[in-house]
């Protein structure tokens, strides 16, 4: 193995047995990052792993690991596989043949690749560099950080510490957990004066502890943008979902003042998913974390402010000015909102479910929970794209997913190349025409009732994992009577205001809405939240962008 010069610099290693790729591969990395960062090589798997272990001794970071895939004894994906344990945050490249892109396609999956490349990748400056500046850029942002400073002491079944757990993982804020059963969680527990009676604890980077914290509080401490830079924007968006994301990357982008504003966590519904397949532009796939956490970077890069763990209760307009309210009383106003609040999963109307909720019952926490998962028997409630993208993920390490349908089938809500993945992987199992009756256990899930709709038979079987993804109920009921909707809570916009060719009773403008547009001037719709929305996450973000096209509009005629 050779390296240049010892330096502080973080490190970006490339892995070639082939020495002269190699040379190549060091040689192309220096030319463009060799000032600001340290090119580390090796020519074989072992060696670059005990450089990796020296590296992690002596306190020093990697951004980028770059490996070849035909490498004898140790392949790059087994490779990969192992430089996660050391470096968890760097990203990820394969170097491929083209023959070999089957096997970067599986590694998306093995080790979360971030990018593979095919050799050769002449000129770099097309094919190489692009790729290194977008995941340094993303390093930079979230992954320079040590390892998790954040510990989270809690009960494995304990409702409010997995909703502690979802909250800092779909946030990307890295932490540790550790259970209040073993001697490590109550060390942590006796050391900030705990019993252990109020869980979960968080003890933060500078070591303050906090008890069973409320989300706002958590994210202010952690570091979470949660208090608005100023108390009047061009355009707010309420809603970190795709749509949400969408608006706010063209918003700012074109020059708005633009503040998004999310209750929980950027991503949405989309941003639980393991794996999107259907979407423009990724043919291998992104999961919707990735895609989550590229939009919202490339908004703050445009200027979007992003605020989290704010709960928006009211919408008025009160002149030409839009104003929306936060439950703790505060407000913002600003001269267009767009609503991009989404829908939420209906919850399961089984006997026993809403107590053990939490407690082995989740509603799209599939992601979170995965690795406890493990070797274990695992049901899902759904039939749609959601569901199948769980069990595909859930089926890597559990012993054996069930997917209950209520329908005959899948083909009727899920896509048809889901569909074929689950048929092909062995320990997925569909039963259709089935749905839970009742959930039962003590403390947590311990066996459920499963009813078959054609026959009425039920069945009672043991299970400690459901994960929930049915229906879709919007998230609009804050609204009252604010702007329309229809019967199911859905915001009416456009041509559905106008039916008869009128416009709604309030409409104060000589125009007609807008397509986008709800029955209050300058308040817009974009994503699931609208009727007769398309629910999918392209169209969710094209609805996006289209809405700030049309609050351009709006504000160049008011």
Not at 304 to 313: F, G, H, K, M, S
Request: aromatic share 6%; net charge negative.
């Amino acid at each position: 193995m050779t390296q240049a010069a010892e330096t502080p610099r973080t490190v970006i290693m490339t892995v070639d047995d082939d020495p002269g790729v190699s040379r190549a591969v060091a040689r192309d990395l220096r030319r463009r990052y060799g000032d600001s960062y340290r090119i580390v090589r090796a020519e074989s798997g072992e060696s670059a792993l005990q450089a990796l272990r020296e590296l992690k001794l002596r306190g020093d970071q990697v951004a980028v690991i770059m490996a070849d895939h035909r490498m004898p004894q140790m392949n790059g994906v087994e490779f990969l596989e192992q430089a996660m344990d050391i470096y968890p945050s760097a990203r990820r490249v394969l170097l491929t043949a083209y023959a070999d892109t089957d096997a970067a396609i599986d590694a998306i999956n093995v080790v979360d690749l971030d990018h593979y490349l095919l050799k050769p990748w002449d000129p770099p400056e097309e094919k190489l560099y692009p790729v290194l500046d977008d995941l340094l850029e993303a390093w930079r942002t979230f992954d320079h950080r040590q390892a998790p400073s954040i510990k989270v002491i809690g009960h494995r079944w304990s409702a409010r510490s997995s909703e502690v757990r979802e909250f800092l993982a779909r946030n990307q804020v890295p932490y540790r957990w550790y259970s209040a059963d073993e001697p490590e969680g109550q060390r942590l527990l006796s050391a900030a004066g705990q019993d252990g009676q109020r869980m979960p604890v968080v003890i933060t980077a500078d070591g303050t502890p906090l008890v069973e914290p409320q989300t706002a509080e958590l994210a202010a401490r952690v570091g979470l943008a949660t208090t608005p830079a100023t108390d009047f924007y061009d355009l707010i968006v309420v809603g970190g979902g795709p749509a949400g994301l969408g608006a706010a990357v063209y918003g700012a982008s074109e020059g708005l003042r633009t503040v998004l504003v999310e209750r929980s966590a950027t991503g949405g519904q989309a941003g639980q998913s393991s794996r999107i397949e259907n979407y423009l532009g990724f043919p291998d796939g992104v999961s919707g974390g990735q895609l989550t956490d590229r939009a919202r970077r490339q908004a703050t890069k445009f200027g979007a402010e992003i605020l989290t763990a704010r709960e928006v209760t009211g919408l008025e307009a009160n002149g030409a000015a839009r104003i929306v309210r936060f439950s703790d009383g505060s407000q913002i106003a600003a001269h267009s909102v767009i609503l991009a609040t989404g829908v939420s999963y209906r919850q399961l109307p089984a006997e026993g479910a809403a107590e053990l909720t939490g407690a082995g019952v989740f509603y799209g926490s599939a992601l979170t929970e995965a690795v406890s998962c493990e070797g274990h028997d695992v049901y899902i409630v759904g039939g749609a794209n959601s569901a199948g993208q769980a069990a595909m993920y859930l089926a890597r390490n559990a012993k054996s997913v069930t997917l209950l349908v209520r329908g005959p089938s899948l083909t009727a809500s899920m896509s048809h190349y889901l569909i074929q993945q689950i048929e092909q992987t062995p320990n997925i199992r569909v039963r259709s025409g089935t749905v839970v009756e009742a959930a039962h256990g003590s403390g947590h899930l311990e066996r459920l009732t499963l009813q078959d709709t054609r026959t009425g038979h039920s069945e009672l079987v043991d299970a400690q994992w459901l994960f929930v993804f049915i229906g879709a109920a919007p998230r609009t009921d804050w609204l009252n009577d604010t702007v329309l909707r229809d019967s199911r809570g859905f915001i009416l916009t456009g041509p559905d205001l106008t039916p008869d060719g009128r416009p709604p009773a309030d409409w104060e403008l000589d125009r007609p809405p807008y397509h986008l547009e709800t029955s209050i001037p300058g308040v817009f719709v974009a994503g699931d939240a609208r009727a007769e929305s398309a629910k999918r996450v392209a169209s969710a973000v094209g609805e996006g962008a289209m809405s700030v096209m049309l609050v351009h509009r709006y504000l160049e005629q008011s």
